[in-house]
C-alpha cells in the first residue's frame, strides 16, 4: 500500500474499517516494523496531547486530532470492547504511517491475545479477515513502545509503575516481541493501578502479578528520575479524568462508550496540563 492510501485512510477515516485483506497485512507489516525500529520509551517536546483508552471509540480518536498540537500520545488500549475496534486501530495505524515523529502509540494491557480473546477484538477480527491476520495485529502489539517522556519531566505510561522498575533505563531495555508480555516488569507497567492507601506497593484485586502502587512508591521513582508528573490509562472515571496523590498522577479515560461517561484527553505545554473534553 502506497503511502497515498494512508493519507486516503487518514482522510476519509471510514475507510478505516473497509481494507482489504491485501491491503490490511501491507499495513500492519510496515507499521510492525516501524513499531520495532522505535525506542521503547519515546521522548517528545512541545504542546502534547494524551488520550487515554479509547476501546473501539474512533469518534473520540477523531476529536483528539482536532487539538492544536506539536504531537499527539495514545497510552493504549485502542481495541476490545468498542463499537469499531477495527476502525479505531486501523485508523491510528495510518496516521502513525503518514505522521510517524508525531503520532505516538504505546501498548496497553488490551493490546494481548490475553485481552483480545476474551473482550472482542480476536472474534471481530476472525470474521472479517481471518486468524492469519488477527495474528499479525498480535505480532504488531508486541512491537508497540511502552512510555512516552514528554518534555523531559512528564512520564506517560498505560498502567503505571513497577516493582523493580528504577530508572527510565528499566522502560528502554524492557524486550520487543514480548506477545503476552511475560516480561513481569513489562506486564506490570501496564496492569498496575495507584491507590491512596497503599504506601509503597500491595497484591491488586485484578488478579495474580498485577500490583497496587502507592504515594510512597511514586515518589520515590519520580525523584530518582526527575519526573515531575505522571499521566496513565487503564481506570475508568465517568469525568474521563482523575487526580491521585495531590496531582504527582492523572489518569485519563477517553472512551465515550463506558455508562454517563465525559471522555477526556490532557494537553501538556510549560509545565502546566489542562483537560480537553472529546465529547
Not at 504488531?140 to 517522556?149: D, T
Not at 461517561?261 to 483537560?275: C, G, Y
Request: aromatic letters at 12%.
Amino acid at each position: 500500500m502506497r503511502s497515498m492510501r494512508y493519507e486516503e485512510i487518514v482522510e476519509h477515516p471510514e475507510r478505516a474499517g473497509r481494507l482489504s485483506a491485501g491491503d490490511l497485512a501491507e499495513m500492519l507489516e510496515e507499521c510492525t516494523r516501524l513499531f520495532g525500529e522505535e525506542d521503547q520509551l519515546l521522548e517528545v517536546e512541545g504542546r502534547v496531547l494524551v488520550v487515554g483508552d479509547t476501546h473501539g471509540d474512533q469518534l473520540s480518536t477523531l476529536k483528539a486530532f482536532k487539538a492544536d498540537a506539536d504531537a499527539y500520545v495514545f497510552l493504549g488500549d485502542y481495541v476490545d470492547r468498542g463499537p469499531q475496534q477495527i476502525e479505531n486501530i486501523n485508523f491510528l495505524l495510518a496516521k502513525k504511517l503518514v505522521d510517524p515523529d508525531r503520532v505516538l502509540l504505546i501498548r496497553g494491557n488490551h493490546e494481548s491475545p490475553l485481552m483480545n480473546y476474551s473482550y472482542g477484538f480476536y472474534m471481530r477480527v476472525l470474521e472479517a479477515y481471518g486468524a492469519e491476520v488477527y495474528e499479525m495485529y498480535a505480532r504488531l502489539f508486541s512491537q508497540m513502545p511502552y512510555a512516552v517522556l514528554i518534555n523531559s519531566e512528564v512520564l506517560a505510561v498505560h498502567g503505571g509503575i513497577a516493582r523493580g522498575l528504577k530508572s527510565l533505563d528499566d522502560l528502554r531495555r524492557l524486550p520487543k516481541g514480548d506477545l503476552l508480555p511475560s516480561n513481569q516488569l513489562a506486564f506490570e507497567v501496564l496492569w498496575n493501578d495507584p491507590d491512596e492507601s497503599v504506601k509503597w506497593f500491595a497484591p491488586s484485586p485484578r488478579g495474580e502479578g498485577v500490583y497496587l502502587f502507592g504515594r510512597a512508591a511514586l515518589k520515590s521513582f519520580m525523584e530518582a528520575n526527575g519526573i515531575e508528573l505522571i499521566v496513565r490509562g487503564h481506570e475508568y472515571f465517568p469525568s474521563g479524568l482523575y487526580t491521585y496523590f495531590e496531582g504527582m498522577l492523572i489518569s485519563v479515560f477517553s472512551c465515550r462508550y463506558y455508562p454517563s461517561t465525559s471522555p477526556k484527553a490532557v494537553l501538556m505545554e510549560d509545565h502546566r496540563w489542562e483537560p480537553l473534553p472529546l465529547d
